[in-house]
């Protein structure tokens, strides 16, 4: 297996994760099976408990493992099926340290950085090697930026793993910015050279240097940038800020050569050129629909474009699947909340509303008032997760006549728990990686409007979650025309609803968002966008 890391410079947020995943796709599209992971140096366990507007969203795999946000670039842009073993934090390697030291397993050593600490990171990548025998190439991303302090350990177990395999089946690919200024008019080479100098301190050296601007490379800024950071100029890879969409960024690194440069250094010689016709053609659906549906995204981290990041992903590849471009307008669920009468100026000009997830208390009543203005109003509505239980709740309350129905989790004495604590979570004390995580089967109703939109009576969905429907309330909610259209195998647990009087009114407790690639976006969302197209017309 060849090896390549992934390592940033300057300034965080240069789009390490993107420019990897687009590196795995031109790599795939050459025939070449590759497998991705994240090393990030924090020291949670796990992003799980994080706040999404300190880090973005959470992730979530199939074995239920919480991730970083990258990883879902890697899932959407490959074709790779990922594990807990593609993302490994430094909480998680001192953990194993330290249990191991408790146990003995040392046998008296002292404990040290090296070469316990980056042996644990070392083993995880061959860990990830001997559960993907057959990959040729696994690309590793290493969070943060060169020079931070919880990082050098693992560049420290870089520079070892590559003097030992060799420079032929390693190399290091660095993400740097080269800044235009526009009082001076020039593209400004120093950031890189200052950002290569502290990583070859640390004894490593990039093969290739990947150049994020908003201003093309000349000839003279090529030159300059591969004299004085050591690498050759066709190595000199240039990023620029992407017009529309995240995806032309393989296309881009393309018309780099970054792909021949790439199996060039790692004498990958039998991959042939990489075929993006397919991919050519969702990009150019994205950029040029020919029709556009608006679509009031509702949520409680609107501030923050990463909080949300798969389900906008998800609802660009349905727009595409529809030639048609998906206008989200974020709308902070505060605001109807604060004042529930100014919804019909908040969402009386879109032709969707959605829901996505979310936990606390802040928000949510204006996250109601934005499901009964769809329900009463007749607009498509889509709800993720939390937005499925907001559903239920103003259904509950404003249908069904119970008043104040609504979660434990928001109001603990509600005399109408609609929404209850999982009964495996009543005894539950931590907070990590301790909700409903990962894939489950949800069995859906024949003839329900769901199971229409799947094509299917059976589907596996990602999970994460600690509240779900109370089946006490199931009979009389369902005479009221609330629709239970799927539910676990065992018929406890309810995975999604939907309205029978409405013409698009579906929710899931699941994350959808988290199964969408481009050219195979997710039933939920095309169904919705599609919903949306119907009644703008």
Not at 169 to 190: C, D, Q, R, S
Not at 327 to 336: G, P
Not at 434 to 440: A, D, F, I, T
Not at 451 to 470: D, K, L, S, T, W
Request: hydrophobic letters at 35%.
């Amino acid at each position: 297996m060849k090896h390549i890391f992934v390592t940033g410079g300057v300034v965080s947020s240069l789009g390490k994760g993107l420019a990897a995943a687009a590196l795995g796709r031109l790599l795939e599209n050459r025939g070449l099976k590759v497998v991705m992971q994240k090393f990030d140096p924090y020291l949670n366990v796990d992003p799980g408990t994080m706040s999404p507007f300190q880090h973005g969203e959470v992730y979530v795999l199939n074995d239920g493992t919480e991730t970083d946000l990258d990883l879902g670039h890697y899932e959407r842009f490959t074709s790779g099926q990922l594990t807990r073993h593609n993302n490994l934090t430094s909480g998680q390697v001192y953990l194993r340290v330290i249990e191991k030291e408790r146990k003995g397993d040392y046998l008296g050593k002292t404990v040290q950085v090296v070469p316990h600490v980056t042996d644990e990171i070392k083993a995880r990548i061959a860990l990830v090697e001997q559960e993907q025998p057959d990959s040729h190439v696994l690309i590793t991303e290493i969070g943060g930026t060169t020079g931070d302090i919880e990082g050098l350990p693992f560049l420290e177990a870089i520079r070892q793993f590559i003097l030992e395999r060799g420079p032929s089946n390693a190399m290091v690919m660095h993400v740097t910015l080269v800044p235009y200024l526009k009082a001076a008019g020039e593209l400004k080479t120093k950031p890189s050279q200052q950002s290569v100098a502290k990583l070859r301190e640390i004894g490593l050296q990039p093969q290739v240097l990947i150049c994020r601007t908003e201003e093309p490379l000349n000839r003279d800024v090529r030159a300059k940038l591969s004299t004085y950071c050591n690498v050759p100029q066709k190595a000199v890879i240039e990023l620029r800020d992407v017009e529309s969409t995240i995806y032309e960024a393989p296309l881009m690194l393309r018309k780099e050569c970054l792909d021949d440069v790439v199996c060039e250094i790692l004498r990958l010689d039998d991959a042939p050129p990489a075929e993006m016709t397919e991919w050519e053609r969702f990009v150019k659906r994205v950029k040029h629909p020919k029709k556009a549906a608006k679509i009031a995204f509702v949520g409680k981290y609107t501030d923050l474009q990463d909080a949300y990041k798969s389900v906008y992903e998800s609802l660009a590849h349905a727009g595409a699947s529809h030639d048609c471009r998906a206008e989200v307008h974020r709308i902070d669920a505060e605001k109807l909340e604060v004042d529930p009468s100014a919804a019909e100026e908040l969402l009386g000009d879109f032709t969707g509303v959605l829901v996505p997830g979310g936990f606390g208390e802040r928000g949510i009543e204006g996250k109601v008032v934005a499901a009964r203005y769809a329900r009463e109003n007749q607009l498509p509505y889509l709800g993720l997760c939390l937005g499925m239980q907001i559903a239920t709740i103003d259904f509950a309350r404003h249908v069904c006549g119970f008043e104040r129905a609504n979660s434990t989790e928001f109001d603990p004495k509600t005399p109408h728990p609609v929404i209850c604590l999982l009964e495996g979570q009543k005894n539950v004390k931590g907070k990590g990686a301790s909700m409903r995580l990962g894939l489950s089967t949800a069995v859906l109703k024949e003839g329900s409007l769901t199971a229409q939109v799947y094509g299917r009576p059976e589907v596996q969905e990602r999970h994460r979650h600690r509240y779900e429907f109370n089946m006490k309330y199931r009979e009389a909610m369902e005479a009221k025309g609330f629709v239970i259209s799927g539910t676990s195998p065992d018929g406890t647990l309810v995975e999604t609803i939907e309205l029978r009087h409405h013409p698009w009114f579906v929710a899931c407790q699941f994350h959808p968002e988290f199964l969408s690639k481009p050219n195979a976006p997710h039933p939920l969302f095309r169904g919705f966008i599609g919903a949306c197209l119907a009644h703008a017309s």
